[in-house]
């Protein structure tokens, strides 16, 4: 096994050969919780109904450094009343480069936000036991069958 030194100081190439894909830094865009009924849903309601949703979106902030976005919404109803509403925009810069155009598209819609996901998913429970509701654990997310799924129907309707 061989190390690279520059010039005998020890320290180790900055920039690998061959592709990278990088988090660089994690961060909250946005945040809003919503309770217009409380205390009054607090208590005595059916099992809630929740509606759940998911987009990222990606824009390239500098050469090779990508701004991602992860929007996730939560509503949940009870007897036609909104319990609570969240709404995070959980954002984050990744380095990505070396790769082609296809496949770095492919990297920013799958793998950046199975990334970020974990932090907006910890960050919906522990809204949800703020406010006072049960602990609410979202489901985990296959973002490679989603984004495999979309090309699927793209390519079906061109």
Not at 30 to 43: A, I, K, N, R
Not at 76 to 81: G, L, N, R, V
């Amino acid at each position: 096994m061989s190390t690279e030194n520059n010039g005998g100081n020890g320290a180790a190439d900055t920039c690998p050969p061959g592709p990278t894909f990088e988090l660089r830094l994690v961060f909250l865009r946005d945040l809003s919780f919503e309770s217009p009924h409380v205390p009054g849903v607090l208590f005595g309601h059916d099992q809630p109904e929740l509606k759940f949703s998911v987009e990222s979106s990606h824009r390239l902030r500098d050469k090779d450094l990508f701004e991602v976005s992860l929007d996730v919404t939560v509503h949940a109803t009870a007897a036609e009343k909104s319990l609570f509403i969240i709404e995070v925009k959980q954002g984050g810069l990744f380095e990505v480069r070396g790769y082609p155009t296809e496949e770095t598209v492919a990297l920013l819609r799958t793998r950046a936000p199975e990334a970020l996901y974990p932090y907006a998913r910890e960050l919906v429970s522990s809204l949800v036991s703020r406010g006072g509701f049960p602990r609410l654990q979202l489901r985990p997310i296959n973002f490679e069958a989603q984004y495999a799924e979309a090309q699927r129907a793209s390519g079906a309707s061109a």
